[in-house]
């Protein structure tokens, strides 16, 4: 179908962007040349479930090789990564057949009510996971000797540097390059040369199962769900499919995009997990290791520097690119909520809102973790915490757009697809629960 | 906040290029809000007290997180 426009209709440069990145689209579909379109057609999928294999989600999978070694938390983050695929396929759907974003369709189809609280857990979960982000940057960095002021300034010059071409497709590819780094933790995982046996052994019985304090255990599972499925991914991929273009006719292509996105990321995740897991096997005290000093340090010993130095270049990555992406959701977030212009298609003098959103964002965390005396370990350790606890609304307003027919129609959820997004939803709600229940009440001095 | 933004007026050369976006895609389409669905009762009253119980498990992660602090900095 093509566009009929009436002749008193307005066209803008930002349709004439988008129009440019779809005639290439419809070019490589009519020629049958299914790679050159995938080509085209994927980023979102991979840059939410990469995006989301962030500085803390990295330290967690790693904290949990080091404190439990290779059991039972290695084909649990496998399988979290399902849920994440399943969640992000119905966020991708949704984007395609409205063409509007996440916080656009609760605002118009619920109200500015339920849209404001939508938006507010956002930005609330975004800034503390901004945070974390250029705390992995400086920590990364830091294994190289280069100053923190200069590592967070980086960080903000690489945002500031992806957002200047007023060009979503220029944006995407920036951060697809740098996404492919995160490949880098199944690196050191091989380098630290784990017992195959036990890889399988771990994936075929879930075993050994974690030990010692319920709450420790709590806290790990709750930040590896934290680490996969979070509300700003929502809203990323949804508002990124719709600034891409993408439309009902490329649902199979954004599907593979998200799947292979979850593929990648679990590798990586699982990656971070098995490296860290030499930590176990040797008894190195791990319960401070999110601090400055971090894994890659204490890894050292074991797999050599070259091994802690890519470990050190992973976090710098899982950090700059979360940084990107996440400063992205809260852009499109808020410029969807102020009816404000909400697509990197347009340039900075066309929407300096949507851009200084952007930025402001990453500028505030960056400020943060320059703080002296800031407790970087306590955010980094809460941030995931955060996420789990809010993502059931979230997962709850998009299972309603999922299922809505008058905005999806033949597209809405199939009733099994429901099931399984309100297990997820449930599941996710418990984990964060379970967790605030028990630190609430050892808090207090209650020992649960 | 609606912005203003430089149009392009039909005509021009890029007329052709616009074909190549479905029509609701155009910007000036997917700024036409959809309409708003209205809820039942059962539905806004379960929204409500899933809010209300994502806030008490929040306010105890936030206090948690400020207790946790105040004793590392001590």
Redesign the interface.
């Known amino acids: 179908m093509t566009a009929e426009v009436a002749t008193e209709e307005l066209l803008t440069p930002e349709d004439l962007t988008r129009a440019g990145d779809r005639r290439r689209v419809l070019e490589a579909r009519h020629r049958g040349r299914r790679f050159g379109l995938l080509w085209l057609l994927v980023g979102p999928g991979l840059l939410v479930l990469l995006g989301e294999n962030d500085g803390p989600s990295m330290l967690s999978y790693a904290a949990s090789g080091a404190t439990y070694g290779v059991g039972f938390f290695l084909p649990f983050i496998a399988v979290t990564f399902v849920a994440a695929v399943i969640v992000q396929e119905m966020a991708m759907r949704v984007g395609a057949v409205t063409h509007r974003g996440y916080g656009e369709l609760i605002f118009q189809r619920f109200g500015s009510f339920w849209g404001w609280l939508s938006v507010i857990d956002l930005l609330g979960t975004n800034l503390v996971t901004l945070i974390t982000e250029f705390i992995a940057i400086r920590v990364g960095m830091s294994f190289f000797g280069i100053p923190a002021p200069l590592a967070v300034g980086g960080g903000l010059v690489l945002v500031a540097f992806s957002i200047a071409g007023g060009r979503y497709w220029r944006w995407e590819r920036i951060a697809l390059g740098l996404a492919a780094f995160n490949m880098l933790f199944v690196v050191v995982a091989i380098m630290s040369r784990p017992d195959p046996a036990a890889l399988a052994h771990a994936f075929a019985t879930w075993s050994p199962l974690p030990g010692g304090s319920l709450q420790l255990f709590l806290l790990i599972l709750a930040s590896n769900i934290g680490a996969t499925v979070t509300p700003w991914m929502l809203f990323f991929q949804q508002s990124a499919v719709v600034d891409k273009g993408i439309t009902p006719k490329d649902i199979s292509q954004s599907r593979i995009d998200t799947i292979l996105g979850g593929v990648l990321a679990a590798s990586a995740g699982c990656g971070a997990l098995v490296a860290a897991s030499v930590l176990f096997i040797h008894h190195v005290d791990t319960s401070r290791l999110q601090a400055g000093t971090g894994f890659a340090e204490a890894l050292q010993p074991f797999i050599g520097y070259p091994g802690a130095a890519i470990f050190s270049l992973g976090l710098i990555e899982a950090g700059a690119l979360a940084a990107m992406t996440i400063s992205a959701s809260t852009a499109y977030a808020l410029g969807e909520a102020v009816k404000g212009p909400h697509s990197f298609n347009r340039k900075l003098a066309d929407a300096p809102s949507f851009y200084a959103f952007n930025l402001g964002a990453a500028l505030v965390a960056a400020a943060v973790v320059l703080i002296p005396g800031a407790p970087l370990l306590s955010i980094t350790l809460n941030a995931n915490l955060l996420a789990v606890v809010l993502m059931p609304a979230a997962l709850v307003f998009l299972i309603m757009l999922a299922n809505d027919r008058e905005l999806m129609g033949p597209r809405s959820n199939p009733g099994w697809l429901n099931w399984i997004g309100i297990a997820v939803a449930v599941l996710v709600g418990l984990a964060g629960t379970s967790y605030a229940v028990v630190a609430f009440f050892n808090t207090l001095g209650w020992h649960l | 906040?609606?912005?203003h933004?430089?149009?392009?007026?039909?005509?021009e050369p890029?007329?052709d290029?616009?074909?190549?976006?479905?029509?609701?895609?155009?910007?000036?389409?997917?700024d036409r809000?959809?309409?708003?669905?209205r809820?039942s009762g059962y539905a806004t009253a379960g929204?409500w007290v899933?809010?209300v119980f994502?806030l008490t498990?929040?306010g105890?992660?936030i206090?948690?997180?400020a207790?946790?602090?105040i004793n590392?900095?001590h």
């Open positions: 906040m609606q912005d933004q430089q149009h392009i007026y039909l005509g890029e007329e290029l616009i074909e190549s976006l479905e029509p609701d895609q155009l910007v000036v389409e997917m809000p959809v309409l708003r669905r809820l929204l899933l809010r994502l498990v929040t105890m992660v206090y948690s997180f207790i946790g602090v590392t900095s």
